[in-house]
């Protein structure tokens, strides 16, 4: 029987990062038991937290993320960590995901020690996993091989020695019916992450929208969704198994597909009636801004009854202008419609925001300025607003990268200035911006940034 050890990367953040169980290893779990290939899990994520604690992990965090420019002094420590937690390997194959580009610096450090410890075939797959990338630790000796995109059956095929498009090449891999995948699994964690946590349904890759600023449209081309019904039972599958504190969705935005999930929303409220005892696992997700004609007042009812408790909205501008270039396809009354009826029903909001895009003038970051210091006041303090403020950055892959004929900016790519806002929004005023709007959202709950890690990042002169 073949068989891999998957280990889940850090860094993935504070939060649901280390509460929930890597979402990638409970999604590729069930497709390798489906070819009968033997898989154990590790979560470094949520095995460091717990055993070096929040301060540390916050720490070691900063040093990955800043690829061990700050608190440089926590890598011998982490070497040791990593030998008193992966002491042997008794597969063929070693799988590693790597989360974000911001694991790239454990990469070779965690590669090194299997290497020492066996002759497992390394192959590394997950978003930090790119063309670029892939082929350079391929090079390097550190894997043996990469697979791009989604691990659902290409790295099957690896494993049972079939070809796929995916391995070792430039091609992305894109499962097309996601109904056909199997119910997550996230029991064969070696440390039992199955107990007590947040756990991550995936109910639609890809995304109904193409902001310019967003690397999603590239990422993932296609969106595909799954049907309600499948949604719904996964949730209730996910309940039965391992009463969860909350269930997370990985969607770009739950209601991109709204006769899903109209349909979901509704199945779940029903299943929670008929079965009084189950208790109602709360359901966080990210979520779009949509007039009353695409969701009803009944819509709403039915999002909460479901369990909402939290939605993440990409508000990013006070300033409808700048909204409309952006792409988000939302205008200020779909946007206060939202807010009021998710507040009616006290569902916490994350507002999600931008800083300095580059068509944004004075006035636009005015109307910000207002919606933050009013909005609690506006929704009449029903839901709790939380906000996480972000300074524009120029993403490789998006779509306004390429409008070079708009936008002019120099070799460091997060330094840019519009030609179409007042005079310039350079580094430092998009900056100012976001030193403003810390301040003046005092009244909010603040999820994002973090001030003392701020601090921090500003000294490498990295922004996160
Ligand atoms: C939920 C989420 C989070 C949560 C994670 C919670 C958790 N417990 O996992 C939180 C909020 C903590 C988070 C944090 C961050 N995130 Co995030 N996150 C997501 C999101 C929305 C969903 C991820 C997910 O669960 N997907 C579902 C699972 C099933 O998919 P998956 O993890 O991608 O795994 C699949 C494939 O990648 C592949 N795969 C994965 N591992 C392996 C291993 C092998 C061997 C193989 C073959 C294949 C394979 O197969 C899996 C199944 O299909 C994605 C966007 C998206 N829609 O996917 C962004 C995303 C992954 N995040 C991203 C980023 C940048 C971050 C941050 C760096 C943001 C920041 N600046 O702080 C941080 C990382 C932590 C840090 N500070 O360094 C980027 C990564 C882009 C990149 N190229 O690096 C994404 C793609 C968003 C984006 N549009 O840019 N994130
Ligand atoms: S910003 Fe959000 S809504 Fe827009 S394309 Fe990206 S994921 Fe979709």
């Not at 953040?13 to 890597?22: F, H, I, N, Y």
């Not at 056909?180 to 995936?202: A, Q």
């Not at 109910?203 to 967003?214: D, E, I, L, Q, W």
């Not at 109209?262 to 997700?285: F, G, S």
Request: proline residues 4%.
């Amino acid at each position: 029987m073949s068989s891999i050890t998957l280990i889940a990367l850090p860094p993935r953040g504070l939060g649901s990062g280390v509460k929930a169980p890597s979402a990638a290893l409970g999604h590729i779990v069930p497709t390798l038991t489906k070819d009968n290939i033997k898989a154990v899990c590790y979560d470094m994520n949520i095995d460091i937290f717990e055993d070096k604690g929040a301060e540390w992990y916050e720490r070691a965090l900063t040093w990955g993320e800043t690829f061990g420019e700050v608190e440089s002094e926590i890598e011998p420590e982490f070497i040791e960590y990593l030998k008193s937690y992966i002491t042997e390997i008794k597969t063929e194959w070693v799988g590693i995901s790597v989360f974000s580009v911001n694991s790239e610096y454990i990469v070779p450090i965690v590669c090194k020690h299997i290497r020492n410890l066996s002759n497992a075939k390394i192959v590394a797959g997950g978003y930090g996993c790119n063309p670029k990338i892939g082929p350079k630790w391929k090079q390097e000796g550190l894997i043996d091989h990469y697979i791009l995109g989604e691990g659902e059956g290409s790295l099957n095929s690896l494993i049972l020695g079939e070809k796929h498009n995916s391995i070792d090449g430039i091609e992305r891999h894109e499962v097309e019916n996601l109904d056909e995948l199997p119910i997550p699994d996230y029991s064969l964690f070696v440390r039992g992450n199955n107990k007590k946590r947040d756990f991550t349904i995936t109910a639609s890759r890809g995304c109904v929208r193409k902001c310019t600023f967003c690397n999603v449209p590239n990422i993932f081309p296609k969106f595909r969704w799954k049907k309600g019904e499948k949604i719904a039972e996964e949730m209730i599958d996910i309940i039965h198994k391992y009463n969860p504190d909350n269930i997370l969705f990985s969607d770009s935005l739950i209601n991109g597909n709204m006769k899903e999930f109209r349909k979901w929303t509704r199945l779940m409220t029903e299943y929670y009636d008929k079965n009084p005892d189950v208790r109602i696992v709360p359901w966080a997700a990210q979520f779009i801004c949509r007039n009353s004609n695409a969701m009803s007042k009944e819509d709403f009812d039915y999002i909460k009854r479901s369990g909402c408790f939290n939605l993440q909205i990409g508000i990013e501008s006070g300033s409808e202008s700048v909204r409309e270039h952006m792409g988000k396809k939302f205008n200020d009354k779909d946007m206060y419609y939202t807010l009021g009826e998710l507040a009616e029903r006290n569902i916490d909001v994350v507002l999600l925001m931008i800083v300095g895009y580059p068509t944004e003038t004075e006035q636009d970051h005015e109307d910000t300025v207002t919606f933050l210091e009013n909005v609690n006041d506006w929704f009449g303090h029903k839901s709790k607003f939380i906000v996480n403020l972000n300074v524009m950055k120029l993403l490789s892959n998006t779509h306004i990268i390429h409008q070079a004929e708009l936008y002019k900016w120099n070799k460091k790519q997060t330094d840019f200035i519009s030609v179409l806002g007042t005079d310039w929004i350079d580094r430092k005023d998009r900056f100012f911006e976001l030193y403003e709007l810390i301040e003046l959202s005092k009244n909010l709950i603040q999820a994002h940034p973090n001030p003392e890690k701020y601090k921090m990042l500003k000294k490498y002169d990295r922004v996160v």
